[in-house]
């Protein structure tokens, strides 16, 4: 993947990520917060099922056990944030809720690069990130009421 593409990507994930607490709070609100959150898991798995199944990448699974358990766990903080926004956003609202996640979501990514953590390679931390980091933390409390 070239590097335009990554950033359409990465533009389309951002778009993904500002719709979708919101739909799932407002699904929540209809049905039960556990309900919206079943949901939401259970199309994606539904979803990520059909197309590990038909690129035939699903046999690939089996080798998991071979895989240092830390890394097991990305379904259960998965299910955390699906579930923990659906709580979050009636509270906070979107704005202010998405501006939380995404600035801390940058302030680990940075701790994680910056140590290379979870077999990232290592990058960093420099004044600019800093600088950075302060800003958004700023920001976050502007926009929280």
Known sequence: MGKVSGILLASLIGICLG?????????????????????????????????????????????????HPIYWIGGVLGACIVLFSIFTIPVLGASASITIFVTIQLIVGTIIDHFGLLGINRSPVDLKQIVGMIILLIGVKLILK
Do not use: E, M
Request: no cysteine; hydrophobic share 50%; charged share 5%.
């Open 19 to 67: 719709l979708q607490p919101p739909i799932n709070s407002t699904l929540g609100k209809s049905l039960t917060p556990q309900i919206a959150a079943f949901h939401s898991i259970l199309t994606s798995f539904i979803i990520v099922f059909v197309v590990a199944l038909f690129s035939g990448d699903l046999t690939n699974y089996k080798n998991i056990v071979n895989i």
